[in-house]
């Protein structure tokens, strides 16, 4: 889906978006989401044995932004579900925030 979201018929969206925000390639966001135009599965490529995939995903806007959310309310927002800044000038700095957020995840203490 991620190599299609934006093309589809704009008619089986169940939310349509009507704003300015679209992907760098044209995409523009489905059910109110952007999809990733890169993305990284950290634990595979580190060979790290986690129980879980670190996903890093990068979206690069047309207006030269880079996200680390997809939600297009936290697009407009620029912070996401938990209220952190989720919108960059620098795909360097959004990958780093994307990495640290999922090793902070992957490194916490479990709760029982």
């Known amino acids: 889906m991620p190599d299609r979201c934006g093309h589809v018929e704009t008619w089986r969206d169940p939310w349509p ?9 044209g995409a523009r966001p489905f059910n ?10 950290a634990s595979r490529e580190t060979r790290l044995n986690n129980t879980f995939d670190m996903r890093i995903e990068i979206t690069h806007l047309a207006d030269k ?12 927002t620029g912070t ?3 209220g952190r800044p989720c ?8 990958i ?4 640290g957020s ?8 479990k709760v029982s």
């Open 17 to 25: 978006y009507d704003g300015p925000i679209q992907r760098a390639d």
């Open 32 to 41: 109110h989401y952007l999809w990733p135009t890169e993305q990284w599965v």
């Open 65 to 76: 932004r880079f996200l680390t959310c997809g939600w297009v309310l936290g697009i407009e």
């Open 80 to 82: 996401d579900f938990y």
């Open 87 to 94: 919108v960059f000038d620098d795909r360097t700095v959004a």
């Open 96 to 99: 780093r925030i994307t990495h």
């Open 102 to 109: 999922q090793s902070a995840v992957s490194t916490a203490p």
